[in-house]
Structures are given as C-alpha cells and as structure tokens.
C-alpha cells in the first residue's frame, strides 16, 4: 500500500501555516485538521474513491464547500472570508481547487469547524479530536466511525 504526504510535512508545510494566516491556529486546531486529513483520504486520495462527490484530501463534498461560502457572507465574517479568499486562485472556480490546492483544501475544512459552537478538544487528546470530527465534520450521516484506525490517524497527527 502506497502512503500519502508525510504526516509531519502536512501539518507543519501546509496545515500550520494556513491556520495561522486564517488567525485560527493553535496546537489543537493543526492537529485537528491533520488528523482529519489522516481519517478522511490517508492524506493520499485527492478524489474520492468511486469518483467522487467529496474532492480533496480533506474529502469536502461541493455541496458543503458552497453551503460553507453562504454561511460566510456578511458582515460577521467578513474577515474571515477574505482570508479564505486569498488562499483560492482566481481563475480556478474555487470548488474545483479542493482537488489540487492543498492551502484552500485546508482552509474549507477549518471553516466547516468554525461554525460549530463547542471549542475544540484538547490538542493531546486523540479520542476527543476523533469524537469531535465525527460529530462536526464526518456527521451522524458519514461513514466514519470512532475506532481505533481512527484514534491511531488523530495519534499521528499529535505526534507528527
């Protein structure tokens, strides 16, 4: 079985730095969205398997992706919309670069847990981060499960 990026070189080149140009960064957050890399695509799959919906290695279906850009237009979140923005190209419809643009992949997956209004679990604590994915990113209607394969990808991630 072949393997995806390096954990490590995910969450230090790509997640970190995106989550603090978002301002909403932190050891728990960076290890929540590596891990959610981890549990959703290996950090390998850049499409679903079977061809879709969900697109990226963050595994964001179009529908979520475009319910989430709704959900940040106003004043309310003004900021953080042009921070999002700034990470998309602008001459690649946005959905579409959940596929190759890892920095905007990133972004959308952390605006998915904005929005939810519990704090994120503790950056250490690999059952709480997986619970918390279940329940906020991969919902009561998603395939993932709170396992050990989970927890071990949220370990990963701590230790990367």
């Not at 969450?11 to 957050?29: C, E, M, N, S, T």
């Not at 990226?56 to 850009?69: F, N």
Request: overall charge positive; some cysteine.
């Amino acid at each position: 079985m072949m393997g995806g990026i390096d954990p490590s070189d995910l969450k230090w080149r790509v997640v970190a730095p995106v989550l603090d140009r978002l301002g909403l960064g932190g050891a728990a957050a960076v290890n929540l969205l590596t891990g959610t890399a981890l549990v959703e695509s290996r950090a390998a799959r850049l499409v679903q398997d079977g061809g879709g919906p969900a697109l990226g290695m963050w595994q964001m279906e179009p529908a979520t992706h475009d319910a989430l850009w709704g959900m940040l237009e106003g004043a309310e979140h003004a900021d953080l919309q042009t921070r999002v923005a700034r990470m998309a190209c602008a001459d690649i419809p946005r959905v579409r670069q959940l596929i190759g643009n890892l920095r905007y992949g990133c972004a959308m997956a952390r605006v998915k847990y904005v929005f939810d209004p519990a704090p994120v679990p503790a950056a250490k604590d690999a059952v709480g981060l997986c619970t918390y994915w279940k329940r906020v990113y991969n919902s009561a209607l998603g395939a993932g499960v709170v396992d050990s394969v989970h927890i071990a990808a949220f370990t990963t991630a701590i230790r990367a």
